[in-house]
């Protein structure tokens, strides 16, 4: 099975990173972070008999470690996978995986000439078994053509709980770079689109004047040959909602529509609530065990050198427009 190492320790999401692949018997071999970020704490209590290193190099130079994950500060996501790209390793990163297009285009350059992996786990779809459910259901045809998806990603913002870093903007690469990225990824999925354009992009601070440097709103529309496409995200959900946030998609069909709502449906118990209606069906589903096919999925391409997590020429266009929308929002506001 393969050996892996975690390397930078800043966001939750390393939590089910590091989880996901142990649970389908990858070896940890062990960590390493910059000081103690917060979520170091529950890292520890989650992974209590792994070895933290001091060194990363030591990670990093091990030539039995295949695989890199890594959940640093966004910004500086980029420089660890190209080092650890540099070392012989394949990378699984949190998003944003990288927050300036410089960035990209050297993340690019260095897996074209090292043949290695970059991928990224958009944990909106990936992490999320209505989503796997969704894709079935498409694949087989069951809503016609794919022709428009809207995706609403609202997030509780904690402010007391973020660290420095979650308040500027060059360090956590701007809101529709970082969380929008998700809906991007599932837009260009769900219309079969291999490249989009932007012709809506909009940021704004409307409830945060304390912490300039954050933005608390932005959208997104997006057009391709396939498709259009509609994003809202977002650091407003209520503190009355029972999770950090009401995450929908709208995969509007020529023969029908799917509605997910991911992690609650107020009225509802559970998650992985997936509505459908078509010419024939009319019904909620409970999607809450369709599985999680992305981890095992990679594990299967770091072996076969394939792409069937998904290719790595997606994970570069998702980036390239969540990074060209957060520069044409930024140049409006």
Request: aromatic share 8%; glycine share 10%; net charge negative.
């Amino acid at each position: 099975m393969i050996r892996f190492a975690a390397v930078g320790l800043d966001h939750r999401h390393i939590y089910e990173q590091v989880g996901r692949l142990l649970a389908l018997g990858c070896e940890c071999a062990g960590y390493w972070t910059e000081g103690e970020p917060q979520p170091l704490a529950g890292f520890v209590e989650r992974f209590p008999d792994l070895r933290r290193f001091d060194d990363k190099r030591r990670l990093l130079e091990d030539e039995t470690i295949r695989l890199v994950v890594t959940a640093a500060v966004p910004g500086d996501r980029a420089a660890i996978a190209i080092e650890a790209m540099r070392h012989g390793k394949d990378v699984m990163t949190d998003k944003p995986g990288c927050t300036t297009l410089a960035a990209l285009e050297v993340i690019k350059r260095t897996v074209r000439e090292t043949g290695r992996i970059w991928s990224i786990n958009f944990s909106e779809r990936f992490e999320v078994p209505a989503v796997a459910k969704a894709a079935e259901l498409v694949a087989q045809g069951r809503i016609g053509r794919v022709v428009q998806m809207a995706g609403f990603g609202p997030h509780r913002l904690n402010a007391h709980l973020r660290p420095a870093w979650f308040f500027e903007p060059a360090r956590y690469g701007g809101i529709l770079t970082d969380i929008a990225s998700h809906q991007i990824d599932q837009f260009l999925f769900f219309t079969g689109s291999t490249d989009a354009e932007v012709t809506l992009a909009s940021v704004a601070n409307y409830a945060n004047p304390d912490d300039p440097g954050l933005q608390d709103f932005g959208e997104i529309a997006l057009r391709s040959p396939h498709g259009h496409g509609y994003i809202r995200v977002d650091w407003y959900t209520p503190d009355a909602l029972p999770t950090w946030g009401d995450g929908r998609l709208t995969i509007l069909g020529t023969e029908g529509y799917i509605e997910l709502r991911k992690y609650v449906d107020v009225g509802s118990a559970g998650t992985d609530h997936l509505v459908l209606v078509n010419g024939t069906r009319c019904e909620k589903i409970d999607a809450s065990g369709a599985g999680l096919p992305y981890f095992a999925r990679l594990i299967a391409d770091i072996r076969n050198r394939t792409e069937t997590a998904m290719t790595q020429a997606h994970v570069f266009k998702v980036c390239e427009l969540a990074l060209t929308a957060q520069a044409m929002a930024e140049a409006r506001a």
